[in-house]
């Protein structure tokens, strides 16, 4: 069995990943939704403006995926087939890369064609900006920084704890991941109940993030972007954002389609100002299809180191 099990959860991250690939996340009975609905009731019940009511939240909420993706592991220990089955229904539930660049791709044509308000309605899908007043530039700028931080979040970082944890892995990060959108971010109500959500979340996106940026670096040829900008831009900003994870994957983003991201973020009720990454003019339309197509073949490369890691370092490491 120790031999197998390997072999059925790299099967399992690439079915997955194939099912992703051609049919997208579920739109209707999602699972992570009815993750984020419970998560939701829990909070309500636990609910106090510290960490530590912040900390017992996180880790139930996180605590109880990672237990049922346990169990289910345990008890497919002598059935490969059905862990294979387990492994690749959960990369499904949690990888999040068609949609992505789907909307990408949609933001883009909408931006051609000159169509603001509809452009403006359609940044709610990628991330929590207002976009009252945003314009062609801002709103590209906006789609590019989160299609960059996305293919970790939604793919590069999924894919890893899957090869490295298997099952529990997949289900325990996208369950802190979710925690930390919906309670991690810096208003009076999560300020300090949201913390211990949104460090658990920074330190599972330590590696992945940066694995992205290398990858990005890598892949960039295919969207006719430059390796070498890429990489000197990524290694001279990538420190400069205030999240530890988000500059690695938008610096090199920036660097790989030539232009500046960073700036001023606006929120429903508060703002940010983030320092440049990159060099060259502000993104438009037009470089949103060109990003998706990176998002894409990093995520193929991170599909194959995720795969070949049970059955190379996974299994030595399980050996020693």
């Given amino acids: 069995m120790r031999r197998t099990a390997p072999v059925a959860n790299a099967v399992g991250l690439l079915a997955g990943y194939a099912l992703d690939r051609l049919l997208g996340d579920p739109r209707r009975w999602h699972p992570v939704a009815g993750f984020g609905q419970a998560a939701g009731a829990l909070e309500r019940r636990l609910y106090r403006p510290d960490r530590t009511a912040g900390a017992a939240f996180t880790a139930l909420a996180v605590g109880g995926p990672v237990l049922l993706g346990a169990v289910a592991t345990a008890v497919t220990r002598?059935?490969?087939?059905?862990?294979?089955?387990?492994?690749?229904?959960?990369?499904?539930?949690?990888?999040?890369?068609?949609?992505?660049?789907?909307?990408?791709?949609?933001?883009?044509?909408?931006?051609?064609?000159?169509?603001?308000?509809?452009?403006?309605?359609?940044?709610?899908?990628?991330?929590g900006r207002d976009p009252s007043t945003l314009d062609e530039s801002e709103l590209a700028r906006a789609t590019v920084e989160s299609v960059a931080e996305n293919t970790s979040d939604a793919v590069v970082a999924p894919l890893v704890w899957g090869a490295v944890a298997g099952l529990p892995g997949l289900l325990g990060y996208r369950a802190a991941n979710t925690l930390d959108a919906m309670v991690g971010h810096r208003s009076a109500r999560y300020a300090r109940f949201g913390t211990p959500a949104a460090r658990l979340d920074d330190v599972l996106n330590l590696v992945p993030s940066r694995l992205t940026g290398l990858l990005t670096i890598a892949v960039a040829p295919v969207a006719n972007g430059d390796r070498e900008r890429a990489w000197r831009v990524w290694r001279r900003d990538r420190n400069d954002h205030p999240s530890p994870n988000a500059g690695q994957c938008e610096a090199a983003m920036a660097g790989a389609l030539?232009?500046?991201?960073?700036?001023?973020?606006?929120?429903?009720?508060?703002?940010?100002?983030?320092?440049?990454?990159?060099?060259?003019?502000?993104?438009?339309?037009?470089?949103?299809?060109?990003?998706?197509?990176?998002?894409?073949?990093?995520?193929?490369?991170?599909?194959?180191?995720?795969?070949?890691?049970?059955?190379?370092?996974?299994?030595?490491a399980a050996a020693v």
């Fill in 78 to 127: 002598r059935q490969p087939v059905a862990r294979a089955v387990l492994v690749a229904a959960g990369t499904w539930t949690v990888l999040g890369g068609r949609t992505l660049r789907h909307e990408a791709t949609v933001m883009g044509r909408t931006l051609r064609d000159g169509d603001l308000p509809a452009a403006r309605h359609r940044l709610g899908h990628l991330c």
């Fill in 258 to 316: 030539g232009v500046r991201l960073g700036g001023r973020n606006v929120y429903f009720g508060r703002s940010e100002v983030r320092p440049f990454l990159g060099d060259g003019p502000r993104p438009e339309g037009r470089h949103l299809k060109r990003a998706a197509q990176i998002s894409g073949a990093v995520g193929l490369a991170a599909l194959g180191l995720a795969a070949a890691y049970p059955l190379t370092v996974g299994r030595l």
